[in-house]
């Protein structure tokens, strides 16, 4: 198992943590979830490049422009 194989761990972790934040009642907590979730895009990105995965790419492109409305939704909000 390679180093980029193991990526899909912390981007497992991160996208977790960016739910927990973003179902907050707290404006600054959700915004900072919606940039988490940016970060997992990138890392789900990165792994499914390396392992083909290039549906996984797709979604995680799609999701990336709704958390991109969704963390200036919340940055007009505050």
Known sequence: M?????????AMLV??????LVASRSA??????????LTSNALWIAWGWQAGAYALIA???GLAGLN????????SAT
């Open 59 to 61: 979604l995680q492109i």
């Open 15 to 20: 996208t977790l943590m960016a739910s927990w």
């Open 68 to 75: 991109i409305r969704g963390a200036l939704k919340t940055e």
């Open 28 to 37: 600054g907590r959700r915004h900072a979830g919606f940039w988490l979730f």
């Open 2 to 10: 390679d180093l980029l194989d193991l990526m899909q761990w912390p």
